[in-house]
């Protein structure tokens, strides 16, 4: 029985497993196994993202790490300040001022307890180191009138007490170099020029299009506020990861685009949005880049624009990026400046629109080639024709001659016969 019942299961099971769909079950692989997997499976499904190395709001996609030598921070203490974020800049702020009060409290009130001016509080006879300090809070409390020059005139330090005139003398000027440590710490940090750079805005795309029968690459900058930036100058990097003919693999590898630094075009007059243009020619890292193999390409264009800020005379920076999702093949920037009466105006509302009009597909390379190769017909037409027309001067020549051949010949004929 028990065999049989065995036979009649192992049926059963091949019987469904003849009906039913093979299911192959793969095995859970951990995440480096995955990440190991051919890359051609994954592009056809997920598309990879790429990573900025500066954002669009300008700041540097860059984390520094393992950085052993810590203490460089603390040798320029002022700018690791002026870099810190507000809340732990405040902190640092109050933190100084109350430890420095604290400490020369502490050192008021050991000089009033040990003089024992503790002991003879209300003692009219008695002279105090500082009158009407009776304890460790009105020991803080004139800490801060003597450090902050307030003077109430109700705790004041007695000609009985040279310790205390030599503290006093300590803490006014060790106060005023704090004061004017930290209040100009205050001062750079609010006053930075970064914050400039938040008016100045740059184009969300750029576009690739002809401009004077050349393929450019283009996009937009402008400056919201009335007071201008003051030689104004406009930069552009390309970050592309490189491998030189010896092997080498460069990461993030900056190259120059030309934006006008020859001719001058770089250095703007930033009174109303300007189209910064590169043309693509030979010297272009986008010289054999078509629109097809544009999406395809792993780059970051990043651009800058520095200029002196006109109210306070402070260097300014502002910095963004375009990725190959972000430039345009195709497209036009949409005109945002219109002459009204007496004046022109700028609609900000169109700063970023585009639109789209008729440029090749092509590479800049290609059609170089295209239009050299276009003008080789004409050439060979132009010679062709003078060398018909030569062999035609030839062919006339030939027949005059012959013609006057024929000529001499009868003539010759006609005197023979005459003397005949």
Request: net charge negative; proline share 3%.
């Amino acid at each position: 029985l028990f065999f049989m019942a065995a036979n009649v299961l192992e049926e059963d099971s091949m019987e469904q497993d003849i009906e039913s769909p093979v299911t192959v079950h793969q095995p859970k692989l951990p995440k480096q196994a995955r990440e190991d997997l051919p890359k051609n499976l994954n592009k056809e499904c997920v598309k990879r993202k790429i990573q900025r190395y500066v954002r669009k709001d300008g700041k540097c996609n860059v984390h520094h790490g393992n950085v052993r030598e810590t203490y460089r921070y603390l040798t320029d203490i002022f700018t690791t300040l002026v870099d810190l974020k507000w809340r732990f800049n405040l902190l640092i702020f109050v933190m100084v001022y109350t430890v420095t009060w604290l400490f020369f409290g502490m050192i008021w009130w050991l000089i009033a307890y040990v003089r024992g001016d503790m002991d003879h509080i209300g003692d009219s006879t008695w002279t105090p180191c500082v009158s009407n300090l009776n304890g460790f809070v009105s020991a803080f409390l004139f800490s801060i009138e003597t450090e902050t020059t307030i003077g109430y005139g109700y705790r004041v330090i007695t000609d009985k007490c040279p310790e205390g005139i030599i503290l006093l003398l300590v803490q006014s000027v060790l106060g005023s170099i704090v004061n004017a440590f930290m209040v100009g710490c205050m001062f750079v940090k609010i006053s930075q020029p970064k914050k400039r750079a938040e008016t100045l805005v740059f184009s969300t795309n750029a576009v690739i299009s002809m401009r004077d029968g050349k393929l450019c690459l283009m996009f937009r900058v402008g400056d919201l506020r009335n007071s201008h930036i003051v030689e104004a100058s406009i930069r552009a990097k390309l970050i592309k990861s490189k491998q030189t003919k010896e092997g080498e693999f460069i990461p993030l590898n900056q190259t120059d685009i030309n934006v006008g630094y020859y001719t001058g075009d770089d250095r703007l007059f930033l009174v109303s949005p300007l189209i910064i243009s590169h043309e693509i020619n030979q010297q272009s890292p986008f010289w054999e880049i078509s629109k097809a193999q544009l999406p395809k390409e792993e780059l970051e264009i990043v651009v800058i624009l520095e200029g002196m800020v006109e109210a306070t005379g402070m260097t300014c920076q502002a910095r963004s990026s375009y990725i190959t999702s972000e430039i345009l093949w195709g497209y036009r920037f949409t005109p945002v400046l219109t002459l009204e009466d007496g004046f022109y105006e700028v609609d900000y509302n169109s700063f970023h629109e585009t639109y789209e009009t008729n440029t090749p597909v092509y590479s800049a390379k290609e059609l170089a080639e295209m239009a050299s190769r276009a003008e080789l017909p004409l050439t060979w037409s132009v010679s062709s024709k003078l060398d018909q027309h030569a062999e035609l001067e030839t062919e006339e020549e030939e027949k005059n001659q012959e013609d006057q051949n024929e000529r001499n010949g009868d003539v010759a004929n006609l005197e023979n016969e005459s003397k005949v």
